[in-house]
């Protein structure tokens, strides 16, 4: 008896360990069984609680008039599924005739209560069918991503979802994104986890930080052009355009509309094309997009036309040609200039991580996703690197991506720099690899000698 004791009190302490130290480990070594106990066993009475039932069917009530038995009954949602997962439960349920998805919506918070689950969020799969995801531990705490993802062609994990999924940078489905955030937000580290997920791909990177170059130029051996100023970075956005205008005359010439070419052989877009004449896809990143538009002097605005004029062509007409638009910066409002809101119309993907005030998250959610305003100026200063991402469909998620280190970053380019690709018009602007010249060292007058 004394040993059975002893036993336990180790087995307890070990829970209360690894649930301090390591909640991922204690989720699925202990967290996962009662969690699925608790939802089995009191799923009846915290759906009656939430208002998530219904009457039973009217002849379940005449039958039982008729046999005098008892009457039966609320209904609860049926269950379809319960599944475990690395990080919680995704629970699926038939809804009863007469509810609705929104009703399990509005219900998420007492449910996270009821089942005393750390989230709880949920999204319909088709009509009748809801997905209820639990998380039981602060996923975003300590990102973990998972080792096996579903990475495919122009579609990389970059970050950490609220409720345990992986968010997915999918190029083929949102060209275009933009990313906001104050300094010391985490816009950096986000922005190396994208380039260090794409590094491996067969795509061409495109580098624009007029930061003098500090953020990109580390990684600069998987890039195929970089620009550290705005003089070539308008430079290289109009060869940019140039090089999407040779793109479009390629599938001009490729498409052959006769009546004995099947659909498929159709092309629109490069896609569509036969593998080897298939150009290389290309996405632009600018680091600090402000850098680019402000001007002081007439010649600087004349350079800032063609800089915003370039990427509104970009934003436009790239999608077909390959091009893709990753616009990074602190704010992006119409007091940056002309053409600034007709660029950010066409950045269908938006990310906002830590800002200062109600209007730079309006900038990011205002026009596609209002609830998404409080929770972006909600982000605590202590927790860089956690966002709110959203898209045109209105839909909005809490996010953060893994810490990546600039020297991990730059091991991950290096190591892949063989798939470097040489795009003939970019040629100009390939970033120079030699040794680095020996820094400057400022002459400094010494003080004068005690007396």
């Not at 579609?155 to 190029?171: I, Q």
């Not at 992006?332 to 938006?350: D, V």
């Not at 209002?370 to 839909?395: F, H, K, M, N, R």
Request: net charge positive; glycine share 6%.
């Amino acid at each position: 008896m004394t040993s059975l004791i002893v036993i336990l009190a180790l087995v307890a302490a070990a829970a209360g360990l690894l649930r301090w130290r390591r909640p991922a480990w204690f989720w699925l070594t202990f967290g996962v069984t009662f969690a699925v106990l608790r939802v089995l066993i009191r799923y009846g009475s915290v759906m009656d609680a939430c208002g998530l039932t219904v009457p039973a069917a009217r002849w379940r009530l005449g039958l039982a008039r008729m046999t005098n038995r008892p009457v039966p009954g609320p209904r609860a949602p049926r269950i379809l599924r319960v599944r475990p997962t690395r990080t919680g439960l995704v629970l699926r349920i038939k809804l009863r005739p007469g509810q609705d998805a929104f009703d399990v919506t509005a219900s998420c918070d007492r449910l996270r209560h009821s089942f005393a689950m750390y989230g709880v969020t949920s999204r319909e799969l088709r009509s009748g069918v809801v997905e209820v995801r639990m998380t039981g531990y602060d996923v975003l705490k300590r990102v973990q991503m998972p080792a096996l993802t579903d990475t495919r062609p122009m579609r990389v994990p970059v970050a950490l979802r609220e409720d345990g999924s992986v968010h997915f940078r999918d190029y083929r489905t949102v060209p275009h994104a933009l990313t906001l955030g104050a300094t010391e937000s985490g816009k950096s580290v986000y922005q190396r986890n994208l380039v260090a997920s794409l590094a491996s791909q067969r795509v061409a990177l495109v580098g624009i930080d007029c930061k003098q170059g500090v953020e990109l130029f580390p990684l600069a051996r998987r890039f195929s052009a970089l620009a550290d100023n705005p003089d070539s970075a308008a430079e290289l956005l109009e060869a940019l355009v140039s090089h999407m205008e040779d793109v479009y005359q390629l599938i001009r010439a490729e498409q052959r509309i006769t009546a004995d070419v099947p659909d498929a052989g159709v092309a629109a877009d490069i896609w569509d094309l036969r593998e080897d004449l298939r150009p290389i896809p290309i996405v632009v990143l600018v680091d600090e997009v402000a850098e680019l538009a402000l001007f002081a002097t007439k010649d600087e605005e004349k350079r800032r036309d063609r800089i915003i004029t370039a990427l509104a062509r970009l934003a436009q007409l790239g999608r077909a040609a390959g091009i893709y638009l990753e616009i990074c910066g602190q704010r992006f409002g119409s007091e940056l200039g002309k053409g600034i809101t007709m660029l950010r119309a066409q950045l269908t993907g938006r990310t906002a991580h830590r800002v200062n005030d109600e209007s730079s998250a309006n900038m990011a959610f205002g026009d596609i996703a209002p609830d998404a305003v409080l929770a972006a100026i909600q982000i605590p200063t202590d927790t860089p690197g956690v966002a709110v991402t959203g898209d045109s469909t209105g839909g909005w998620a809490r996010i953060r991506a893994p810490h990546t280190s600039l020297r991990q970053a730059v091991n991950i380019c290096n190591r892949h720099a063989d798939l470097t690709p040489d795009v003939p018009a970019l040629a100009p602007f390939r970033p120079a690899l030699g040794a680095p010249a020996p820094a400057l060292v400022p002459a400094v007058e010494s003080a004068p000698a005690a007396a």
